[in-house]
């Protein structure tokens, strides 16, 4: 088989020293945590042959595994070394001397670290390079997403940029795979953006790169996040002709599609879509099909993909909780939104923004601004900061019983908490001042 790229060249080490990384002996070890022996292994999960005193460096991401994590790490290297075969690294001899050091070496983090210490103007150093030689195409995708994460999106695009305008024969090039390119896809979450999601999966075509289910689910949340929901479904469409096969998730994100293309039938039709192709529906995928439902502002369909939910042997989360809060407000039924919330608290599930800005837009459809104000105090108390949402339908609900004074009192409450209004903010307090009579104050807001 292909030989394993650290087995090979860190066999012959004796000594690591300068590594910015933890070391630990190629021989059978005790592990920190409950002292049981663990022998080292390969990339692919392959044992290692005892090396005497010879060390081998340690390219983990988690410096203090625990045996348990130690264990389901070999057992996905394993699984990973038996799936992808033909994805492995170059054989050591294609790798310059130069990047063989062990000093290039390092991990995702240190990457990470180093280039959040750059200036915006300043070009990807080469030891960042360098260090490319020493991870594989997961790693990377690792990385680009870390870089995001730590909001440096550009940087993570120059990267991969720089990467994949390398020549084919460079031995950097196999790093532009399909997991790479897949983290590069689904980073891709501004509108301005689409359009490079759109060319990077052309490019996987052009190249002969694979692409793969997750591929294609990354690209339909990338155009529902850019407002893009024709788009998404297209992707869907060319997804199955070209003979790949949706998953759970996949078919999740094609019913968040349907709910915002308005089309709720669709929606409901996925789940008998999925287990005529023998993919089993999970919580979340009841749970967005509720949501679904209430966008398309059918709240008794909701309900019924509740009891569906229920029927198949799954317990509802906060998700469902703030879902069924938000079908039962739409039918005016304030009562059993108030038990739901009752049955969340006793349930000790998490109450989030979501939460509390559906019990208040219930509390508004409901004319019951008392109660508006009495679950905002809650939600204070709870530790839940309050959103524009929450502050728009506070203002509605105190506009619906006539307290232009309080409702005037929670809009400065919104600004002095740093919380933007928008033009619902303002024309909701508008009209509750006009409703009062206050011209001259609704002319100032």
Not at 129 to 148: G, M, P, Q, Y
Not at 196 to 201: K, W
Not at 307 to 327: C, H, K, P, V
Not at 370 to 394: H, K
Request: charge should be neutral; proline fraction near 4%; aromatic fraction near 6%.
């Amino acid at each position: 088989g292909t030989p394993d790229l650290r087995r090979l060249y860190l066999q012959d080490i004796s000594t690591v020293s300068g590594v910015p990384c933890k070391s630990f002996s190629a021989t059978a070890s005790p592990d920190e945590s409950t002292g049981s022996s663990t022998s080292a292994l390969g990339w692919g999960g392959q044992p290692i042959a005892d090396s005497g005193n010879h060390r081998i460096a340690y390219f983990g991401r988690n410096r203090n595994k625990t045996a348990q994590q130690r264990q389901r790490a070999t057992h996905n290297r394993a699984e990973f070394a038996s799936r992808d075969a033909g994805l492995q690294q170059p054989a050591p001899s294609l790798l310059p001397a130069h990047v063989r050091s062990s000093e290039d070496i390092m991990s995702v983090e240190d990457i990470v670290q180093l280039l959040r210490r750059l200036n915006r103007a300043e070009a990807l150093p080469d030891r960042v390079f360098r260090a490319l030689h020493h991870l594989d195409s997961r790693a990377v995708a690792l990385l680009l997403k870390d870089l995001s994460k730590a909001g440096h999106d550009a940087r993570s695009f120059e990267l991969f940029d720089s990467l994949r305008n390398l020549p084919d024969r460079h031995p950097l090039r196999h790093l532009c795979d399909v997991y790479t390119y897949t983290a590069a896809i689904s980073l891709c979450i501004s509108p301005q953006h689409a359009d490079r999601a759109m060319e990077l999966l052309a490019d996987m075509k052009a190249r002969g790169v694979e692409r793969n289910v997750h591929t294609y689910t990354a690209l339909m949340n990338v155009c529902i996040k850019c407002g893009k929901h024709a788009a998404a479904l297209g992707i869907f469409n060319n997804m199955k002709a070209e003979g790949c096969t949706p998953n759970v998730v996949t078919f999740n994100t094609l019913i968040d599609v349907y709910g915002k293309l308005g089309q709720w039938e669709r929606a409901v039709e996925v789940i008998k879509l999925m287990r005529a192709q023998g993919v089993q529906p999970a919580l979340r995928t009841f749970n967005t099909l509720i949501i679904a439902c209430n966008m398309c502002n059918q709240p008794r369909e909701a309900l019924s993909i509740y009891q569906e939910l229920l029927d198949s042997g799954f317990d509802a989360n906060s998700t469902t909780y703030n879902a069924l809060i938000s079908a039962y407000g739409k039918m005016g039924q304030l009562d059993r939104v108030l038990e739901v919330y009752k049955d969340m608290v006793y349930r000790g599930l998490d109450r989030s923004v979501i939460t509390y800005s559906s019990l208040i837009s219930a509390c508004e459809k409901a004319g019951r601004w008392e109660t508006a104000l009495q679950l905002f105090e809650e939600m204070q108390r709870d530790g839940c900061t309050p959103n524009t949402v929450t502050y728009n339908s506070l203002i509605t609900a105190c506009g619906q019983g006539s307290q232009w004074e309080m409702a005037r009192q929670v809009f400065e409450q919104m600004q002095s908490k740093g919380c933007t209004p928008d033009v619902v903010t303002y024309t909701a307090l508008i009209s509750v001042l006009e409703r009062g009579g206050q011209w001259l104050l609704a002319l100032e807001a």
